[in-house]
């Protein structure tokens, strides 16, 4: 009886709330940042991929590095991740100062747990000795070793925002609010590389080799979540030509508190920060 209860006074509260409600503006934006990225260990890529057999390897000489890059040749990999969002802006008749942003995200989250680290060295590999002249030439050889580990996903987030304005009725203005989104992350993957280079050179001219493995293992879909808000400003496009007026861009800094749930090792909490471009109708 009392979920009954509470089923329909959920139900009359909705129903009470809507009627209040109307569509006043159509919100579409993209932006970047870091959304959560975390640096991670060996220990955490052997859980995400148990069957690599790169991570067989002696990593124990390897220096981690934080810089998010993959410092061999041709490859690098940066921690900033991307969004779209298509969001409805609703207006409510009892709180007519506050816009309510509700929609669908999607993020590319890239790089949301990553590791890499070096490992190099230089000796001395042979002495050529000068038949007419007795000179001595040393070649010396160096062993260059680079790892990049990521873990990535795809999310389809719900987003919802509230959005107060500062002078809504001048062709600049400005906005600021909370907002927050949650979401299930899609095409997990994990991306494991190892690059090996050597050299041999005389009077600095050389030659050289290398070996490059690359593995990408498949991950279990995980929650994504943020808290943020959103500080902008906006510009009505047309001044004096109706057909331009509703038409408004605006720009947008979103300092998060992101939540990152990864499904073989936990969740973890972290700051970010993203900033975003949208076009924003009125209707």
Known sequence: MKKVTLMAALMIGGSAFSQNLKIS???????????????????????????????????????????????????????????????????????????????????????????????????????????????????????????????????????????????????????????????MSYQATTEINYFEYSTASQNATGSGSNIQENERFKNKNSLGASLYIPMGVDFGIGKKRSFWMPFHLYMEARPSLNINSINEIGTTFSPGMSTALGLRIKI
């Open 25 to 183: 503006e159509v919100n579409i934006s993209s932006g970047t940042g870091t959304l959560g990225q975390q640096n991670g260990s060996l220990a955490n890529f052997q859980q995400l991929a148990p069957s690599s057999s790169i991570l067989t390897k002696d990593f124990s000489q390897f220096k981690p590095y934080n810089d998010f890059y993959f410092h061999g040749p041709g490859q690098m990999n940066t921690s900033q991740s991307s969004f779209y969002s298509l969001q409805l802006g609703l207006q409510c008749a009892k709180m007519p100062k506050v816009t309510f942003r509700a929609g669908i995200t999607h993020i590319s989250n890239v790089g949301a747990l990553s590791s890499q680290g070096s490992y190099s060295e230089t000796a001395a590999y042979d002495t050529l000795t000068s038949s007419q002249t007795g000179a001595i030439t040393v070649i010396d050889t160096s062993h260059i070793k680079n790892y990049n580990m990521n873990y990535s996903n795809q999310q389809i987030r719900l987003d919802g925002a509230m959005i107060f304005r500062m002078f809504p009725e001048n062709r600049w203005s400005l906005h600021a609010g909370l907002g927050a989104s949650i979401g």
